[in-house]
């Protein structure tokens, strides 16, 4: 049996996992990310590999996912929002670091590689996934296999455009999804709402002590939850733009299964209900043409380290 390390890299943490070839997890490792230090980070990342590594010494590869942009060769962080990390040399470091190879990709296409491998598109040869989180990301499996594009950046699905001339979004470009269907799309929506009509936002305006700027996107789940209107509309707006997304993608892409992953699935029907029938509707004069289907991921947290390991163990 094989054995990988994954590492999954975000700005708040650095996690990470022996893995089996069946996708179980045997180990775990987890530390704060030193977000404003890029050395820091490569050094906490390399511990992370190192701590792994001494338990499970038969671990013959490292993967790492990281919310960047990597370069087409799999060895350097181009970019990366949420990181100090610009034109980083990752994989040479961590590999020279702990004598193990790296593989290096972007965190929404571990992340799907974990759900087309071990989760709700196993039986899949095609998938599209959307990763719903404080912004929005993407990834695409074709023929069983990581469509990457010519420059290592495919599927940045949270910049194709939603609204025309619509809110400035952090890439430079107007009216980009992830101003519409993100967590922090969710979070303004709840804000918007409950300004606007607070007798419909009771709960949310509760749990926020009275302050609509306080709102936080776990007290939109929360309260809608509990049936609050403000809440809920938050959630039914979120669920039409990534509906209306996918139907745009179905058209585009075709494939056999589209995955909605990232923190904001948690909240279950709350999303998905708006998504499907959004996306249903889009299609509606699709007639007998078979389209994609739409599913939760099911892979949760431990998705960026599976399919990290995963990808390392297949290269």
Request: charged share 20%; glycine share 14%; proline share 5%.
């Amino acid at each position: 049996m094989t054995l990988t390390i994954g590492i999954d890299v975000g700005g708040t943490k650095v996690a990470g996992g022996v893995v089996d070839e069946q996708g179980n997890v045997l180990a775990s490792d987890r530390r704060p990310t030193p977000a404003d230090d890029p050395a820091g980070t490569r050094d906490t990342i390399v511990e992370v590999a190192a701590e792994l590594a001494a338990q499970y010494p038969d671990a013959k590869a490292i993967g790492i996912g990281a919310a960047a942009w990597i370069d087409a060769a799999g060895s350097t962080v181009l970019f990366a929002p949420n990181l100090a990390w610009r034109d980083e040399p990752l994989q040479s470091y961590v590999s020279k670091a702990t004598g193990l190879p790296v593989v290096l990709d972007n965190d929404a296409n571990v992340a799907a590689w974990a759900e087309f491998r071990f989760g709700v598109a196993l039986h899949a040869e095609s998938m599209l996934m959307i990763t719903v989180g404080t912004g929005i990301g993407g990834a695409i499996v074709v023929n069983g296999g990581l469509w990457r594009g010519a420059h290592g950046i495919a599927a940045e699905l949270g910049h194709i455009q939603a609204v025309p001339d619509g809110h400035p979004c952090g890439c430079g470009r107007l009216g980009c999804l992830e101003q519409y269907a993100s967590g922090n799309a969710l979070v303004r929506f709840g804000r918007t709402g409950a300004r606007q009509e607070p007798e419909r936002a009771a709960k949310l305006l509760e749990l926020a002590g009275g302050d609509p700027l306080a709102i936080t996107g776990r007290q939109v789940t929360e309260a809608a939850r509990a049936g609050d209107g403000v809440a809920t509309d938050a959630f039914a707006q979120v669920g039409y733009w990534l509906g209306v997304a996918l139907a745009d993608l179905a058209q585009s892409v075709d494939p056999q299964v589209m995955v909605i992953g990232g923190g904001v699935v948690d909240a279950g029907p709350l999303l998905m209900g708006p998504i499907e029938r959004a996306y249903r509707e889009q299609l509606s004069n699709r007639g007998r043409f078979p389209v994609a289907e739409v599913h939760a991921a099911r892979m949760g947290n431990a998705a960026g380290v599976v399919g990290a390991a995963d990808l390392a163990r297949r290269a």
